[in-house]
Nanobody, 126 residues
Framework: QVQLVESGGGLVQSGGSLKLSCVASRVSLSNYATGWFRQVPGPGKGREGVACAASRDGSVHYRDSVKGRFTISRDNDKNTVYLQMNALRPEDTAMYYC?????????????????WGQGTQVTVSS
């Protein structure tokens, strides 16, 4: 079973940067599609896909609102996936989760992933 542990969240001012990390254990991330999701508290607030990366073809996808600001990357030697977040906005405030799923390409729907980390909080002040 995949175990995922996120880190790197915190409080940052609008326009600032953070780099999230997600370390996997028990499996090799190079065999999975990986994704970053975020969720804000409140009724009807599901997890929204932010970025994903597939191993089989190297494809990556981003949510429109983060294109040009966020970058997903992976270090297979460290079995870690990263999310570099630049030009952060208050609306990026959320709990961020990494996830893995079958390497059939990658998408931003949460039901494509079956293993999840505990999350790391990102708060962007205005």
């Amino acid at each position: 079973q995949v175990q995922l542990v996120e880190s790197g969240g915190g409080l940052v001012q609008s326009g600032g940067s953070l780099k999230l990390s997600c370390v996997a254990s028990r499996v090799s991330l190079s065999n999975y599609a990986t994704g970053w999701f975020r969720q804000v508290p409140g009724p009807g607030k599901g997890r929204e896909g932010v970025a994903c990366a597939a191993s089989r073809d190297g494809s990556v996808h981003y949510r429109d609102s983060v294109k040009g600001r966020f970058t997903i990357s992976r270090d297979n030697d460290k079995n870690t996936v990263y999310l570099q977040m630049n030009a952060l906005r208050p609306e990026d405030t959320a709990m961020y989760y990494c996830a893995t799923g079958p390497d059939l390409g990658c998408g931003l729907a949460s039901d494509e992933y079956d293993s999840w980390g505990q999350g790391t909080q990102v708060t962007v002040s205005s």
